[in-house]
């Protein structure tokens, strides 16, 4: 079972530019969610989505956007990267009420 | 909006001693409430979780937590740990989805467990 796969694992990126980081799940859960993960920090909310074609902002949304076209794809954008987003970036699902969410492998960001 | 706070960011201990790690939110309305944990270098893992009825939830590993309303606390425990416990532990909170259905994460405590 493939559950939540995300896109891709590591990347290095130079700032100022753009990027996108997949998020693709099979479980056809209406909610899925965007984390980063900082030492000390835990995770922060960026992004979430109750349901295809609705989003809303999390903790710390600043720098970067979402989009629900369907149900099983929540790509997160940086429309241009800045180093403060070095961030391990973790995407998960959950279906709503008293469910637990899932979540992917992680995608490493390091912005020079 | 709702807020998740763990009381410990780094805990130490030998193997055999029993763990405690504190979980607080700030949230008046319904709530799930998690434990996850994160080992070196792997993703989030679902260690347990509450919705509903006796508030003594028991998960994976030997791990169990206790849900007290009135102090809004979900506070994980673990009577013998192991070396293998090593890892991150995350407390967690969802609101319904009347109420956003947002899950929000505590900071983490870093678990070290000497052999």
């Known amino acids: 079972t493939a559950g939540i796969t995300q896109a891709p694992t590591s990347q290095i990126l130079a700032a100022g530019r753009s990027m996108t980081l997949r998020c693709t799940q099979d479980m056809r859960h209406n909610a899925m969610y965007w984390y980063r993960q900082d030492l000390g920090l835990g995770l922060r909310l960026i992004h979430y989505s109750n349901t295809a074609g609705t989003t809303g902002k999390g903790e710390v949304p600043d720098g970067y956007s979402v989009s629900r076209a369907n149900t099983d794809d929540f790509p997160l954008t940086l429309a241009s990267a800045v180093p403060s987003q070095t961030s391990v970036y973790f995407c998960?699902?959950?279906?709503?009420?008293?469910?637990?969410?899932?979540f992917g492998q992680g995608t490493r960001l390091t912005v020079v | 909006a709702q807020s998740v706070s763990q009381h410990n960011h780094h805990v130490i201990l030998s193997e055999a001693a029993s763990l405690e790690l504190g979980c607080n939110y700030s949230?008046?309305?319904?709530?799930?409430l998690f434990w996850y944990v994160q080992y070196p270098g792997q993703h989030l893992q679902l260690l347990l979780k509450?919705?509903?009825?006796?508030?003594l939830v028991k998960g994976i590993k030997g791990f169990e937590a206790e849900f007290i309303k009135s102090k809004f606390s979900f506070n994980l425990r673990k009577p013998s740990v192991q070396w293998s416990d090593t890892a991150e532990y995350f407390c967690?909170?969802?609101?319904?989805?009347?109420?956003?259905?947002?899950?929000?994460f505590g900071g983490g405590t870093r678990v070290l467990v000497k052999p």
């Open positions: 967690a909170v969802k609101t319904t989805k009347a109420a956003g259905n947002k899950l929000t």
């Open positions: 509450y919705f509903s009825g006796d508030p």
């Open positions: 949230y008046g309305g319904t709530v799930n």
């Open positions: 998960a699902s959950s279906e709503q009420d008293n469910t637990e969410a899932f």
